[in-house]
């Protein structure tokens, strides 16, 4: 095995250990969804090729180690009949993480399908070099999406009724931002606190309050997206349909822009938030 056995075995997804013919491999999950089966067949393979253990990359997706260097055609044949994604140096598809979305008991949204949608749509697409998508379920975040180039969070926004409210308090007592409070006996909603996280609404058995919309909070490198809506009116809060066409200008954005190996973060260092923005303008 000499320096150009390894580059060409790295190209196709076999990185080498430090330690002499050995090398690990990385399997792809659909934005950190997989199946029984998926699982079943990844065990398989590390029982029989490497240590019988593998450890799950920051990502979310499966690293198997120590597979030995005469068993990597082997191992080739095994990934191919179980259909299972192989990860390599020149995939340049969205590397997508989210929770556990609507199963969680703080879910709003789906993050699940809306990962699986983005990683289906652009697996193929083959982006200059690597985008980091991160989807969270409500504001608690987390996963800390402002730390990954595109983030997506949650929100369930309340609205006070006032006529229904019998003033039972339990609203009060469920907001961890202290954001509702009696004057008297009107229930206020204080907006510069509220985190639209819905816990209010779900305490509510009166429909005191109750869920005016759903929507999606966008950040971009770090900072949350704020877009003019068609009547001029600057917007941090999206339909999923509108998130859906934002994301894709952004990716369509990157495809065009982005230099070859370009990370998304250091393009966007390069030509600037204003530029991104000026290309996202007449979205919403
Ligand atoms: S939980 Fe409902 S009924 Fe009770 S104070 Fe809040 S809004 Fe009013
Ligand atoms: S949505 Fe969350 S943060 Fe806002 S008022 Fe209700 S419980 Fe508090």
């Not at 339990?170 to 931002?177: E, I, Q």
């Not at 816990?199 to 429909?207: A, D, L, P, R, Y």
């Not at 370009?262 to 530029?275: C, T, V």
């Amino acid at each position: 095995m000499d320096i150009q056995d390894i580059k060409q075995l790295r190209m196709e997804g076999f990185l080498p250990l430090k330690y002499d013919g050995y090398f690990r491999i990385r399997i792809s999950s659909e934005a950190g969804k997989m199946t029984g089966e998926d699982i079943e067949h990844i065990a398989y393979i590390s029982k029989e090729y490497g240590k019988g253990y593998v450890n799950f990359t920051t990502r979310l997706c499966v690293e198997i180690p120590w597979i030995k260097y005469e068993n990597i055609e082997k191992v080739k044949e095994e990934i191919k009949n179980f259909n299972l994604l192989l990860l390599r140096p020149r995939h340049k598809f969205p590397s997508i993480i989210s929770c556990g979305g609507k199963i969680c008991t703080n879910g709003i949204i789906d993050t699940k399908d809306i990962g699986e949608k983005i990683f289906n749509k652009y697996k193929n697409c083959n982006l200059p070099g690597k985008i980091k998508i991160g989807i969270i379920g409500c504001p608690n975040n987390c996963l800390k999406v402002e730390s990954e180039d595109l983030g997506i969070v949650g929100k369930r926004i309340p609205k006070i009724i006032e006529e229904n409210c019998i003033n039972c308090g339990l609203c009060v007592k469920s907001c961890r931002k202290n954001a509702i409070s009696f004057s008297n006996t009107k229930l206020i909603l204080n907006n510069s606190k509220c985190i639209d996280c819905g816990k209010c609404i779900e305490v509510c058995k009166f429909n005191g309050i109750i869920e005016e919309d759903i929507r999606v909070s966008i950040y971009v490198g770090g900072n949350i997206l704020k877009l003019k809506d068609k009547k001029g009116r600057p917007s941090t809060l999206y339909s999923l349909e509108e998130a859906e066409k934002i994301i894709d200008r952004i990716i369509k954005y990157y495809k065009k822009h982005g230099k070859k190996k370009e990370k998304f973060n250091n393009m966007l260092d390069r030509l600037g938030m204003e530029n991104l923005l000026k290309d996202l303008e007449g979205y919403i």
